[in-house]
């Protein structure tokens, strides 16, 4: 039976995959945290093995490194969303959001393909439709996917004469932690910005957390992004994106066709931005 490992397996779209991979037959190393986080998962499905991997630990992916020994497809799909201004931003903070959400997964993967050129397997990176359309205060979750897709990318022509593909999910809002505690995740980036910046960005965060409940309300589940990872590793010809909804496909239809200036207009009443201040 294939192996695969995904990051991030403790809960939401990492845990779904988990779940739905290991219904297909699967044999599922899921990457978590901590270990009673595994333990909860591994009770869960007998072709579910917990291994703990945090994947800004050197120590941690060196050690799966060297313990794999049969690997057939990687998902990285650990991560999380800083919100906030750009200006306002502690840069230490950036710095955490693109270790998570980027370095942690081109870590991962240089460290695992060797096993993957062995079995000409696959990789897929969980990005977000935020890794190709920016909003307003989110510019730190957006940097990180923007990153993360340029990486993907490139490394889906490099690794073609080994027969390994590369693919991208992309969902919008997702039924997960990130937009389950978007008002409380906001509110602490908001008290983290100096007093000058909470002031300049009061109409703004005002605005945006009228937006949240639309956001939660759109969410769609996690089971939709882990059936597009299935197709992403299963497809006998994977494309480089899945768009996971119709809405999403929609939006990017949309911003792609669309001047923009009118596109940034549409974000920035959206999110609630501010017209003049």
């Given at each position: 039976?294939?192996?695969?490992?995904?990051?991030?397996?403790?809960?939401?779209?990492?845990?779904?995959?988990?779940?739905?991979?290991?219904?297909?037959?699967?044999?599922?190393?899921?990457?978590?945290?901590?270990?009673?986080?595994?333990?909860?998962?591994?009770?869960?499905?007998?072709?579910?093995?917990?291994?703990?991997?945090?994947?800004?630990?050197?120590?941690?992916?060196?050690?799966?490194?060297a313990e794999v020994t049969q690997l057939d497809a990687l998902v990285n799909n650990a991560g999380f969303a800083q919100l906030g201004p750009m200006e306002g931003i502690p840069l230490e903070v950036l710095r955490e959001q693109l270790e998570v959400n980027f370095f942690g997964h081109v870590a991962v993967t240089q460290a695992l393909l060797p096993r993957l050129r062995e079995s000409r397997g696959r990789v897929v990176f969980t990005s977000s439709l935020s890794g190709r359309i920016a909003t307003p205060l989110t510019g730190p979750y957006n940097a990180s996917k923007f990153a993360l897709e340029g990486a993907a990318?490139?490394?889906?022509?490099?690794?073609?004469?080994?027969?390994?593909?590369?693919?991208?999910?992309?969902?919008?809002?997702?039924?997960?932690?990130?937009?389950?505690?978007?008002?409380?995740?906001?509110?602490a980036a908001m008290a983290a910005m100096t007093?000058?910046?909470?002031?300049?960005?009061?109409?703004?965060?005002?605005?945006?957390?009228?937006?949240?409940?639309?956001?939660?309300?759109?969410?769609?589940?996690?089971?939709?992004?882990?059936?597009?990872?299935?197709?992403?590793?299963?497809?006998?010809h994977p494309r480089a994106r899945y768009v996971v909804g119709a809405f999403p496909k929609a939006q990017a239809a949309m911003t792609g066709a669309s001047p923009t200036p009118a596109v940034d207009a549409i974000l920035r009443k959206m999110t609630g931005v501010p017209r003049k201040l």
């Open positions: 039976m294939p192996t695969v490992l995904i990051t991030g397996a403790s809960r939401g779209i990492g845990r779904a995959t988990a779940l739905r991979l290991a219904d297909a037959g699967w044999d599922v190393l899921a990457g978590v945290r901590r270990e009673q986080d595994g333990e909860a998962l591994a009770s869960s499905h007998a072709r579910i093995t917990p291994v703990v991997l945090d994947i800004t630990n050197a120590d941690h992916i060196a050690r799966v490194a990318d490139a490394l889906r022509m490099e690794l073609k004469p080994w027969g390994i593909r590369v693919a991208l999910v992309e969902p919008a809002q997702i039924a997960t932690d990130i937009w389950g505690n978007a008002d409380e995740d906001f509110d007093p000058e910046a909470q002031e300049l960005y009061a109409g703004h965060a005002a605005g945006f957390r009228k937006s949240i409940p639309l956001s939660q309300k759109l969410a769609a589940p996690a089971e939709s992004v882990a059936k597009a990872i299935e197709k992403a590793l299963t497809s006998r």
